[in-house]
Structures are given as C-alpha cells and as structure tokens.
C-alpha cells in the first residue's frame, strides 16, 4: 500500500531564517506530488506541483521553492522565512495516469517568530 | 479560475441526526471532486471521490452526490457518530495532467454531541 511522510510535524523558526521541509511517498512511482498550506481563515492552497523529477510549477508567487530530487521525494524550502509564511503545510501525491483521487500527509505545523 | 464554496461554515448536530453539507464551485468544468475529513491538527484523510461520469459514491454511512449542472456537490452522513467530528473539505479538481490540484472551499467544522 501506499504511504506519504511529512517530517518535522512541528517547527518553530525566526524571522529569517533557512526552511526545508520534507515529503516522501512509498508504495508507489512516478507520482504527481504536491505541496499545499493551510493558513488561518484562508483555507487550503495548492503552493507548487511536480509531474516529475526537476519538475516544478509555481500556483502562486512567494517566498517559498520548491525540489524533487528523486521521484518520491518532495522538498520545500525557503532562504529567509517570512512572518505571513507561518501556517500548516500538507503534502499530497496522486497517480499520473488514470487515477484522479489525491492522498495527503500528516502536515508539517509551521510557525516564524 | 474555479471558485469552491462550503455552506455551513459549522454545524452541531445531536447525536443520530441524519445531516447534509454542502460544496457549490463555479466552473463546471470540474473534472472530480473528492470530499475530506480533517481532525484537529491533523492532514486530509479522503473520503470520496467522484468522477466527472459518476453522478454520486457511497461508503458506508457517507454518501456524496455530484451535480456538475448546478455546480454543486452533497455529502449525506446517516446517523451521525461523536466520532465524526471533523472538519470537512471538498476540493474540486481539474483534468488534464493536474490530477491532485484541488481548488478547495474554507470546510463545514462539524461537531455531534452525544
């Protein structure tokens, strides 16, 4: 079966500060990963997608990037964190072709000081 | 850009009770749409998916309709548990290569008291 890791589930960061945020997912190849956040009275929002490794689209513009290294590997990552980056951060994967139904993480729990 | 709506923003409920929770999009050119649950501080478990040809799924206690004319969709929970307690997500998907980008709407915080 299928599985998705987020880790840390909880980080405490300054201002300014380097960010990297992992996701792996097992069980599976070539999937479409996903990253999206969750902030406080906005609701879920799609951050970046990757079809494949090197791959990377941009949903919104920020001060957040994004990598896929290896093909069930996802990173999030940022140079000098932002107040306004605080907020829960989800991982999603889903098949490539023919599936359609997307399967989350367990979240990671960000919030800059 | 689709646009996705839940209506109510919160509902408590006695336990039992047969509820309704609504999701309404803009654009029905929706592809699927999945519904979630979401525990405090937790991720997304899914619930159902349904697909562009399939007009509704069932499982278990859960059944969701989707009605891409009308721009909406239903999740009916029968007899309602404490235990279902959550938030609840529907995200509406696109087609094409963009299986898994969900537009979502802000939840239905559901609370069955015993």
């Known amino acids: 079966s299928q599985t998705i890791h987020q880790w840390p589930a909880t980080l405490v960061q300054p201002v300014g500060s380097p960010l990297s945020l992992e996701c792996t997912v097992e069980g599976t190849s070539n999937p479409n990963l996903y990253w999206y956040r969750q902030a406080a009275g906005r609701g879920l929002q799609l951050l970046f997608y990757s079809v494949g490794i090197g791959q990377i689209s941009s949903e919104v513009p920020q001060n957040l990037s994004a990598s896929r290294p290896q093909d069930r590997q996802f990173i999030l990552s940022s140079k000098k964190l932002l107040l306004s980056d605080s907020g829960f951060y989800l991982c999603?994967?889903?098949?490539?072709?023919?599936?359609?139904?997307?399967?989350f993480g367990q979240g990671t729990r960000l919030t800059v000081v | 850009k689709q646009e996705v709506t839940q209506i109510p923003a919160a509902l408590s409920v006695p336990e039992g009770e047969n509820l309704v929770l609504n999701c309404s999009f803009t654009d029905s050119a929706i592809y699927n749409l999945q519904w979630f649950r979401q525990d405090p501080g937790k991720g997304l478990t899914s619930l159902l998916l349904?697909?562009?040809?399939?007009r509704e799924q069932t499982s278990g206690r859960l059944n969701a309709s989707l009605d891409k004319s009308s721009g909406r969709s239903t999740l009916y929970i029968a007899a309602s548990q404490p235990g279902d307690s959550a938030t609840y997500l529907c995200?509406?998907?696109?087609?094409?290569?963009?299986?898994?980008?969900?537009?979502f709407g802000q939840g239905t915080i559901l609370t069955v008291h015993p």
């Open positions: 999603a994967w889903s098949v490539q072709a023919g599936g359609t139904e997307a399967f």
């Open positions: 995200g509406g998907g696109a087609g094409g290569t963009s299986y898994g980008k969900l537009t």
């Open positions: 349904i697909q562009s040809s399939q």
